[in-house]
């Protein structure tokens, strides 16, 4: 498994995201440690339903590609996801 960072406009990794690289194509993002976003090899970017902080959802929006983008889902199956790394 890989990790990789989100970076930020400026170019510079966001030290608090994590990006899980799982051997299935699938990935996970962390943001201090809690998995709020992630990409489903066959479904696309998913999102956390669950408001964490204006910065996380910042971060999210990045990741996924915009406001609005990627499909909500509990924040259950995101646990489950890191849970299962």
């Known amino acids: ?3 990789r ?3 930020n406009a400026r170019g510079n990794a966001v030290k608090e995201v994590v990006i899980f690289e799982l051997s299935n194509h699938n ?3 962390t943001h201090y440690g809690t998995p709020v976003a992630g990409f489903v090899s ?4 998913i999102r956390t339903d669950v408001f964490h902080s204006t910065t996380t959802s910042k971060h999210i929006n990045q990741y996924v590609g915009g406001k609005g983008q990627g499909e909500e889902v509990s924040q259950e199956r995101l646990d ?4 299962g790394l």
């Open 80 to 83: 489950e996801m890191l849970d």
């Open 1 to 3: 498994m890989k990790t």
């Open 5 to 7: 960072s989100l970076t």
């Open 42 to 45: 066959g479904e696309g970017y």
């Open 27 to 29: 990935e996970i993002m």
